[in-house]
């Protein structure tokens, strides 16, 4: 794709009206992308997982039947040129308007379960007889199966009262059929394995599975949609001797789920789907994506359930039109050139269980619902020292919160332990201070012993002294006294700043907040005026993260939601003008309420290179931990209450704990090194949840490095979300999470969204079709030597010199010859990963895009064939080598599904004639077919093109 192909790129047609030049296009918009809708239609977002507020409830469950549309659609950028009368003599630019152009929609949530492709019985029996682990109960009973295509009715109480209060969810990856791809071999893929995530467990990249054919003597050996089982593939390359497939099992009992968050966790299973990215275990490619409905996971007081789904696995492809440059000059030219697609790449069979059981009654007590109060009292229990004097305190008076240990001076400062090392360093006590606690005892009461038995002796004799003796004797007592001097100095440096610290204790309340990105949680704090004397108190906190609500209107909304029954003031806080800090006026012994409100957009989420070791890799059978993932970060926040005298009245500290996120939905977009991604992404107009239409979309990213904004449109008419995302080198993923709301006070997300942009080196590439014509790339070598190899998305149209694997020298670089051979004129993308053969990392990563040019017909034909005609038809041509003397031709074509020649090489003399044997495919669907057959040299240029027009009647 040169820079010729760059402005002229093509439209795409909009669904409210007619194309638009893609002359017009943003160019930065033009990159292949691919889209997956993740969740059911009336999926929706759980917003605390694992402290469940009612505001988020009542917001939450309000949608729960309201239809959320999955189809997400990227939009390309274009400007829409005003035609009209301008004054010379205006100076200022005009801004042109933005007409969003409607790309195809992806929606794998249509595809999760009851897809159109079916196995037959044949293929089933021959998938079934393998062998793979049955799905047992607690009795060891085989698990109830379900049909896939039959509705579920979701009943949240008999879920909760179910007595088998521990969940077992088992995932089984049984078989992956291939479908015929063009551009790639029949055996295509060899190996997979899978990415995904469930619940708020940590994401998953399972290990390598083999595709294993059937036996030779099978008769699904000519079939070439059978299934393949799958098995796992060991470090050494051996295949597993142990069940064919992978079973992955997720244990959910009130062990991991907080208190009060099983009831969400049941709403998951009935609400959202699993996305699962399928990649090619060699290349590291992604060959799609498919998604599965988890509602068949509800045992509904089963003991046990199983369900098998046959899912397609889609991707999205583009193509350009070839004629479009030609036809592209007129100005107001409506031809879509860029079709966006999606293709099916394979089918995954997929079995999927839930088993129930029993736990003990101590675990049994988790799973009782926490206090729904969002009021925080300050009480005695949270407090530390309780005041009054000190010495005054009995034994009796002492308990866990203000009984302390004694420790040595040394080991609370640190700067005190190395003034006092330093000084016994210099007497030579270096040794003894070095020594652990218990050493240091034992040792003194030796020396004590000795000192003693020493006495005795000079009783019983005449007294000696020795002079060296007295003079250390001497030289230790004055260090002593000095060090006593610096750590009596230290206390007393120590006893304000410690006596603050136990004071601050007794006016500090705790308060802990389960905290997921993007959900407001909110409480109210009681400050109450202790003394006689009306205060006007400043509220200070430096996190921005946790705010006061100072608005009536947002604390209202805020209290309705969360069936808050507090009294609400208007105009309560004055915000002073130099710091905008809240400030309230209380009466004498008057207590208020104090909203607040804490939100967080950040999400921690570095990804590392890709490659099948940099997430959480499992293995059946073991179990999947427990882990926090894709979490914000948690945190201590101190609120302090001052009053007029600067002095604290109350301290609120406030404990946040990170809770992991459901994601709605996954977007991964391919694009340039170091470039923008310019993105817009539709929504549909059932996302307004008023009857007017008039709802205000709202949308928040965890990166703060990336652009993220939405724009209002007529009412009732789907808005856009425009992306704007810096580059990385690569081949580095960005990932991050975008937050929608639709409440107008952000309160709880109705959707959130994972992106992935994986970024990679792009290469222009221009040829004829048909022809085979040599580009070269270069590698540049990484800090250690490496075994890699070179993969393509399209093998059978693009080669690499070496094609095999090769050792990449530390810091060197590396020559690739890639041959580029396409068969369909137009503009595509095609990709080349180099793959360390040993760790499986992606060591680089090139985007091609490529520039196809029709080739000069010389020839045309046309030529009927029936339909279901059995074994085809056979059909000859004739061609006359125009040279003088002997050559060798190579025959190509650019629909091999269709055609096959009877030699695909032939030698023939000066000017003699070549009859070249022609196979035609049957079809089983009417229509016509254009077919090019390529005549080329022994180098493979092209010398003739021949078109074959082929009606199926």
């Not at 039959?150 to 088992?170: G, K, S, W, Y």
């Not at 530390?810 to 990963?833: K, T």
Request: aromatic share 8%; with cysteine; charged share 20%.
């Amino acid at each position: 794709m040169n820079t010729s192909w760059s402005r002229q790129a093509s439209t795409l047609q909009s669904s409210r009206g007619p194309a638009l030049s893609l002359s017009q296009l943003v160019a930065t918009s033009r990159y292949p992308t691919m889209s997956h809708t993740v969740g059911s239609p009336w999926q929706q977002q759980l917003p605390s997982l694992l402290s469940p507020s009612p505001m988020a409830s009542a917001h939450q469950l309000s949608h729960v039947e309201r239809p959320v549309a999955g189809s997400i659609a990227h939009l390309e950028l274009s400007v829409q040129e005003r035609e009209g009368d301008r004054s010379e003599e205006e100076d200022e630019m005009q801004e042109l308007t933005f007409t969003p152009v409607h790309a195809p929609v992806i929606t794998l949530g249509t595809h999760a379960a009851g897809s159109s492709r079916s196995t037959s019985r044949r293929s089933l029996a021959q998938l079934f007889s393998s062998g793979f682990p049955q799905i047992l109960d607690h009795q060891n009973q085989v698990a109830e199966v379900l049909d896939p295509s039959e509705p579920v009715n979701f009943d949240l109480q008999r879920e909760e009262a179910d007595h088998l209060l521990a969940n077992t969810l088992i995932l089984q990856f049984l078989a992956f059929t291939r479908v015929p791809q063009a551009g790639v071999n029949s055996d295509w893929p060899s190996s997979v394995h899978f990415t995904f995530q469930l619940y708020r467990f940590p994401p998953v990249t399972t290990e390598r599975l083999k595709l294993l054919d059937p036996e030779r003597n099978s008769k699904l050996k000519s079939n070439p949609d059978y299934p393949c089982v799958l098995s796992l593939i060991n470090k050494d390359g051996t295949l597993s001797a142990g069940f064919p497939g992978l079973q992955l099992q997720y244990r959910v009992d009130p062990q991991f789920l907080k208190p009060g968050e099983r009831g969400w966790f049941l709403r998951y299973l009935a609400l959202h789907s699993l996305q699962i990215d399928v990649w090619d275990s060699e290349s590291l490619m992604l060959i799609g994506s498919a998604a599965v409905e988890l509602k068949h996971m509800l045992r509904q007081g089963r003991a046990a359930v199983q369900v098998s789904h046959e899912l397609e696995v889609i991707t999205t492809e583009y193509l350009q039109d070839a004629n479009f440059a030609r036809r592209h000059d007129s100005k107001h030219s409506a031809t879509p050139a860029i079709s966006v697609y999606t293709t099916v790449k394979g089918i995954l069979h997929l079995r999927l269980g839930n088993v129930g059981g029993s736990v003990s009654s101590s675990q049994s007590s988790l799973a009782l619902t926490p206090s729904l109060s969002h009021v925080v009292q300050p009480s005695d229990a949270s407090q530390g020292f309780a005041g009054g004097s000190v010495p005054a305190l009995t034994v009796l008076q002492l308990n866990v919160s203000n009984a302390r240990r004694a420790r040595r001076l040394p080991e609370i400062d640190s700067e005190l332990a190395r003034l006092l090392q330093s000084t016994m360093r210099e007497v030579g006590g270096a040794t003894l201070h070095q020594q652990a606690e218990a050493n240091e005892v034992r040792q003194r009461k030796i020396d004590r012993m000795a000192a003693v038995r020493q006495h005795e002796q000079q009783k019983a004799t005449p007294p000696f002294q020795d002079n060296a003796n007295i003079t250390r004797h001497r030289t230790e007592r004055v260090q002593h006294s000095r060090d006593l001097r610096v750590i009596e100095a230290y206390r007393e440096r120590c006893k304000t700043q410690e006596i603050t610290n136990m004071l601050s204790q007794a006016i500090t309340t705790k308060h802990t907040l389960y905290a997921t990105l993007g959900t407001a949680e909110f409480f109210e704090f009681v400050l109450k005026n202790p003394f006689n004397v009306s205060q006007t108190v400043t509220i200070e906190c430096d996190d921005p993260e946790l705010s006061v609500i100072v608005k009536s209107e947002e604390w209202r909304y805020f209290k309705d939601l969360t069936k808050t029954l507090t009294p609400l003031e208007e105009e309560m806080f004055h915000l002073k003008e130099s710091t905008l800090t809240p400030q309230v006026y209380l009466r004498p012994k008057e207590s208020v309420h104090i909203p607040f409100k804490y939100q967080t957009f950040i999400c921690g989420h570095n990804f590392p290179l890709q490659d099948t070791k940099s997430l959480k890799i499992s293995r059946s059978p073991q179990m999947a931990q427990k882990h926090l993932s894709n979490t914000i970060q948690a945190k201590s926040i101190k609120v302090l209450f001052r009053g007029e005298d600067k002095k604290p009245l109350a301290i609120c500290q406030v404990d946040v704990e990170p809770t992991p996120h459901v994601v709605d939905q996954t977007f991964r977009f391919y694009h340039p090194e170091l470039t923008f991604l310019k993105k817009a992404i539709r929504l549909p107009a059932a996302w307004d949840d008023t009857a007017d239409g008039s709802a205000t979309l709202h949308v928040r990213c965890s990166d703060p490095n990336v652009i993220c904004h939405t724009t209002s449109l007529t009412p009732g008419e789907p808005q856009d979300v425009y992306l704007k995302v810096p580059g990385s080198p690569s081949p580095q993923i960005r990932k991050f999470f975008i937050t929608i709301f639709t409440d107008p006070w952000l309160a709880s997300p109705a959707q959130i969204w994972q992106v992935y942009v994986h970024y990679l080196q792009r290469m222009d590439l221009s040829c004829v079709c048909g022809t085979l014509s040599w580009h070269s790339l270069v590698l540049h070598g990484t800090q250690a030597i490496r075994r890699v190899k070179c993969y393509t998305s399209h093998p059978l149209e693009l080669q690499v010199d070496p094609d095999e694997v090769f050792a990449l020298p530390a810091q060197g670089v590396q020559d690739i010859r890639v041959g580029l051979r396409a068969l369909r004129p137009g503009s595509r993308f095609f990709y080349l990963n180099v793959v360390d053969v040993d760790t499986r990392q992606l060591v680089a990563s090139w985007l091609l895009c490529i520039t196809c040019r029709q080739p000069v017909i010389s020839k045309a034909f046309e030529i009927n064939v029936p339909v279901d005609g059995g074994k085809g038809s056979n059909k000859k041509i004739s061609f006359t080598n125009p040279y003088s003397s002997s050559r060798v031709f190579n025959l190509r074509t650019d629909r091999p599904d269709l055609l096959q020649f009877k030699e695909e090489q032939f030698q023939i003399g000066g000017g003699e004639l070549y009859t070249i044997g022609l196979r035609f495919a049957p079809s089983q669907n009417p229509g016509m077919e254009e077919i090019l057959i390529f005549i080329n040299d022994k180098q493979d240029k092209n010398e003739d093109t021949y078109c074959v027009r082929v009606q199926y009647r």
